[in-house]
C-alpha cells in the first residue's frame, strides 16, 4: 500500500479497498487493492463521492464516522455498487485533518433500500462472514451491544460477549448455519451489555448467498427481545409445577413447606409460612380480622446465609403490626406490595433485624416484599410473604398476580390437609371412645392389645376389638372390621360392638351370635334403599373360651381366621369355615371347637396385618405365627414384637390385634352335682353345696348360697326336665349353674301381695351379683353370681 500515512493504512484489516484524503477529500493514499476491487484507482473510486459524502453534513462529518454508497462501472463492463465507510482523523485542535475511507462490495443487507430496511428494523440485526466474524449491525444491535459499529466490524463473535455458555451456543449455531446453509432458530436468555437485567432472546439465523452461488457467504441474524413472553412461560411453568408439587401429602406443615421449596430461590431469596391459630387447632375460623394479627410460622426457608429465619422459630407465634404488609394482606385478602423506602417495608425490615440473632439480620441488600393472602373456599387460613435480596427485579404488578395464584393453590391444599386433619383427629377420638379403654380383669384369659390406626390418605377406619365377660367364668374374644374410613366408619364400629356385647348377654353360641348380626346388618339394608349401609360388608370374629373344659368355640363372618400358639412352640391356625361377611348372606356361619392346653395364646387380628397390595397373604401369614412363637416376658412385649415382625412399613388400613393367654379351672375350683327329679332332694342338694362351701373357706356365703340353690333347683324341678344338674364354680366370683333339659327359660315377674309364688327370682335377683339363663345343647341353665370380695376370697 502507498500513502502519505502509511502507519494508518498498516492498521487497516477486514477491508477491501482503503483510501486516506485529506480535510478536503483529496485523495493522498490508497491500497493496492483498490484496482483489483474495482479496476479504478482509488481516486477513480472515491475522489469525488468522498467529497460529495464529506459535503452533506460538515458539522457532523468533524466527529462522526459516516456511511455513503458509489455506483460505478468496473473496466470489465459489470456495474459496481460500493460501501464507503469514511473515519475522521482528528487534528490536536479537535478538527478533521484528513479521513480513512474504506470501500467494500456490499452485503445482501446493504443494497440501497435493502440497507435503509436493515438500519430502520426494530430488532437486533447483525452479518456475520462465514468465519463469524461482524460484517455489519443495524443501529438496534449497536444499542444492545453498547458500542458503535466501527468497534465490533471484523471481531470474531465470542471475543465480543461475556457470558461464556451463552457465546458457546450461539457461536455453535452460527458455525451450523455457515456450514449446511440450513435456518437455525435459538433461544438464550443472558444480559446484554447495554442493559441493566436480563433478557430472553429469540435468534433467526439463515445463510446468505452471492448470486449464483450456492454457498453461503454470510449469515443474517435477527434477535427479538422475547422477555415478556419467557416470563410468561416462566410463570406458566411454576403454576404448572407448584400443581404437580405442593399438596402431595394431606399434612399441613409439609404443604407449607412444599410452598417455600418452590418460591425459593427461583421466584423470591426468601419466604415464609404463617397460618393463623384456629387453622392448626379444632376453633371455627373468626368472624373478623382486626388490629395486630396473631400468626404461627409453620414453615420458613432462605437462598442466601445470613437471612434472618431464626427471628421466628418454626411451631412460634408472631404478632403483625397492622399497618405491616403481611397484616394488611391478611385482612384486605390480596397481595401487598412493598419496596424499600417505604415506611411500613423499613419498620418491617428494622422489626426483623431486630429480632435475629447476630449475623443473622437482612442484608442492606434487600429491596422487595410480597405479602400473599392463604385463602381458600372464601375463608384466609394465613399469609405467605416472600423477600428479594440478590434477585435484582423488584415484586411488581405480574410478580403479584403469579403469587396469588399460587397461593390460592397452595391454600386449598392446606385446607384440604387441615380438613383431613380435624376429621381424621374426630374419628380416632371417637373411635378410641367406642373402643374399650380397660379390659375387664379375667381369671380364666390374660389379655393384651393394640390398636394403630392407618396412616393413609383414607383416614381412621372401623377396625375394633373387645373383650366381653360371660356367665360361668366363660369370655368372650372379639374382633371386627368396617368397610370404609373416617367418620362415618367409626360410628357404624360403635353400633356393632354395641350389637355385639348386646347379643352377647344373651349367650348366644358363636354362629348363632354372628347369624342374628347378619340379620341386624341385612335389615339396615333393606330399610335404607336411598342410602349406602356402612355396616354392609363389614366383617366379625367371635370366640368363646371356657375354662373349665377348656374348649375354644370360634365363628367367622368374612374374617382371617386366629391363630393359637401351644405351650410346646408351635403355632397354627385355627382351620375355620368362614362365613360371608355380614349382610352379603348366601352362606351359614358354621362354628369350630378346638380344646387347647392352658397356657395357649389366642391371637386375633383384623386383615390390615397380613394383607397389603405388595405382600402375599399367605406369606404373610406364616410371618405372623412365627412371630408369635418368640419368647417375651409379657404379652404386652409379644404385641410389639408381632407388631414390629409382621406389620408393613407404610400400613395402608387400620390394624388392630388381640391376644389372650388361657387359663383352666381345675377340678378344686368346681363342683357338680346331678339331681334327680324328686322334690325331696333340694335339702340334700343343698347340704351338699353348703359342705363345698366350708371346704372353699366361704362359710360367709352359705347363706345367700342356700337360698339360691333351693329356689334353682325347685323351679327345675318343678318346671323343667331331666336331667338336672348343680355346679358351683369358685373364680373371682362364686357361680352357682342348675342346668336342665327344658329350653323355657324363666321370667323375672313382680307377684301380687296375695300371690303364693313368683317371689322366688326376685329374691336371686336382690341377693346376688347378677343373674340369668342361656340356651345349651340340651336345654338351659340359669346362674346367678356372688361377688367374693372379702379378704382371702
Request: a negative charge; aromatic letters at 4%.
Amino acid at each position: 500500500m502507498r500513502s502519505d500515512n502509511g502507519t494508518i493504512l498498516d492498521d487497516m484489516e477486514h477491508v477491501s479497498a482503503t483510501a486516506v484524503t485529506d480535510a478536503a477529500g483529496v485523495v493522498t493514499g490508497w491500497s493496492e487493492d483498490a484496482r483489483r476491487l474495482t479496476g479504478h484507482t482509488a481516486e477513480e473510486v472515491v475522489g469525488r463521492a468522498a467529497r460529495d459524502l464529506l459535503a452533506e453534513d460538515p458539522p457532523r462529518s468533524a466527529v462522526t464516522a459516516l456511511k455513503g454508497t458509489v455506483e460505478l462501472r468496473h473496466r470489465d463492463g459489470s456495474l459496481l455498487t460500493l460501501v464507503l465507510d469514511a473515519c475522521p482523523v482528528l487534528g490536536g485542535d479537535g478538527t478533521p485533518t484528513g479521513y480513512v475511507i474504506t470501500a467494500r462490495r456490499p452485503g445482501p443487507a446493504e443494497s440501497t433500500l435493502a440497507g435503509q430496511a436493515f438500519q430502520q428494523a426494530s430488532m437486533s440485526m447483525s452479518v456475520f462472514d462465514t468465519r463469524q466474524h461482524y460484517l455489519r449491525l443495524n443501529d438496534v444491535a449497536c444499542r444492545v451491544m453498547g458500542v458503535p459499529e466501527e468497534a465490533l466490524i471484523g471481531r470474531f463473535f465470542p471475543d465480543t460477549v461475556e457470558d461464556a455458555e451463552h457465546s458457546r451456543g450461539f457461536l455453535a449455531n452460527l458455525r451450523q448455519v455457515a456450514e449446511t446453509g440450513r435456518p437455525a432458530r435459538y433461544e438464550s436468555f443472558t444480559g446484554a451489555p447495554a442493559l441493566n437485567h436480563e433478557h430472553a432472546w429469540t435468534c433467526e439465523m439463515w445463510p446468505l448467498h452471492e448470486d449464483g452461488s450456492t454457498e453461503p457467504t454470510g449469515v443474517a441474524l435477527a434477535a427479538f427481545d422475547s422477555s415478556d413472553q419467557y416470563w410468561a412461560r416462566q410463570r406458566l411453568a411454576l403454576l404448572n409445577e407448584a400443581a404437580a408439587t405442593i399438596g402431595t401429602t394431606l399434612d399441613v406443615v409439609r404443604t407449607a413447606e412444599e410452598l417455600v421449596g418452590l418460591l425459593v430461590p427461583r421466584y423470591a431469596d426468601f419466604a415464609s409460612v404463617d397460618l393463623l391459630e384456629w387453622v392448626l387447632g379444632a376453633d371455627e375460623p373468626p368472624t373478623v380480622l382486626e388490629g395486630d394479627i396473631v400468626l404461627r410460622r409453620v414453615a420458613h426457608g432462605s437462598a442466601h446465609e445470613g437471612t434472618p429465619e431464626a427471628a421466628v422459630h418454626l411451631g412460634e407465634t408472631d404478632i403483625y403490626l397492622a399497618s405491616s404488609p403481611p397484616a394488611r394482606a391478611v385482612k384486605e385478602g390480596r397481595a401487598a406490595l412493598s419496596q424499600a423506602g417505604e415506611p411500613d417495608f423499613m419498620r418491617w425490615v428494622a422489626e426483623r433485624n431486630a429480632r435475629a440473632p447476630a449475623g443473622r439480620s437482612y442484608r442492606k441488600g434487600v429491596h422487595s416484599l410480597l405479602a400473599v393472602p392463604l385463602k381458600a373456599r372464601g375463608t384466609t387460613l394465613g399469609v405467605a410473604v416472600a423477600v428479594r435480596i440478590a434477585h435484582p427485579d423488584d415484586f411488581g404488578a405480574d410478580d403479584a398476580v403469579l403469587g396469588e395464584e399460587v397461593a390460592s393453590r397452595a391454600a386449598v391444599c392446606i385446607d384440604n390437609a387441615r380438613r383431613f386433619a380435624r376429621e381424621r383427629t374426630t374419628a380416632l377420638a371417637l373411635q378410641n371412645s367406642l373402643l374399650p379403654r380397660g379390659l375387664p380383669g379375667q381369671a380364666v384369659v390374660e389379655v393384651a392389645h393394640r390398636y394403630l390406626p392407618s396412616g393413609s390418605l383414607a383416614g381412621i377406619g372401623g377396625d375394633w376389638f373387645d373383650v366381653i365377660p360371660l356367665s360361668g367364668s366363660r369370655v368372650a374374644l372379639v374382633v371386627g372390621d368396617v368397610v370404609g374410613h373416617g367418620i362415618p366408619s367409626s360410628a357404624t364400629m360403635g353400633r356393632l360392638c354395641t350389637a355385639v356385647r348386646t347379643l352377647a348377654d344373651v349367650d348366644l353360641a358363636p354362629d348363632e351370635l354372628l347369624t342374628h348380626l347378619d340379620d341386624l346388618v341385612t335389615h339396615l339394608a333393606s330399610g335404607d334403599r336411598d342410602e349406602e349401609v356402612a355396616e354392609l360388608g363389614a366383617t366379625c370374629l367371635y370366640a368363646v373360651y371356657d375354662p373349665v373344659s377348656r374348649r375354644l368355640a370360634t365363628a367367622a363372618a368374612g374374617h382371617p381366621p386366629p391363630a393359637v400358639v401351644l405351650p410346646d412352640g408351635t403355632a397354627r391356625l385355627v382351620p375355620l369355615s368362614a362365613g360371608p361377611p355380614l349382610g352379603v348372606g348366601g352362606l351359614p356361619f358354621e362354628a369350630t371347637e378346638i380344646e387347647l392346653p392352658e397356657g395357649s395364646v389366642v391371637a386375633l387380628y383384623t386383615d390390615g396385618l397380613v394383607e397389603d397390595r405388595d405382600r402375599d397373604v399367605d406369606h404373610a401369614t406364616e410371618e405372623l405365627c412365627r412371630a408369635l412363637t418368640a419368647r417375651t416376658d409379657t404379652l404386652d412385649d409379644l404385641c410389639d414384637t408381632v407388631l414390629k415382625a409382621v406389620l408393613p412399613e407404610e400400613p395402608g388400613d387400620d390394624v388392630a390385634l388381640l391376644l389372650a393367654r388361657t387359663r383352666a379351672l381345675g377340678a378344686d375350683r368346681v363342683a357338680t352335682w346331678d339331681v334327680e327329679p324328686d322334690p325331696a332332694q333340694v335339702a340334700a342338694t343343698r347340704q351338699a353345696a353348703t359342705d363345698q362351701l366350708a371346704a372353699w373357706g366361704l362359710e360367709e356365703t352359705s347363706f345367700v348360697t342356700e337360698l339360691v340353690v333351693s329356689e334353682l333347683v325347685t323351679n327345675a324341678i318343678r318346671y323343667g326336665e331331666p336331667p338336672i344338674q348343680l355346679r358351683l364354680i369358685r373364680d373371682r366370683t362364686l357361680i352357682c349353674e342348675v342346668s336342665d333339659g327344658s329350653s323355657t327359660s324363666p321370667h323375672l315377674r313382680r307377684a301380687h301381695a296375695f300371690d303364693e309364688g313368683g317371689r322366688g327370682l326376685l329374691l336371686v335377683a336382690q341377693l346376688t351379683q347378677r343373674w340369668g339363663s342361656r340356651q345349651t345343647g340340651s336345654g338351659k341353665t340359669i346362674w346367678a353370681e356372688q361377688s367374693l370380695e372379702a379378704p382371702g376370697f
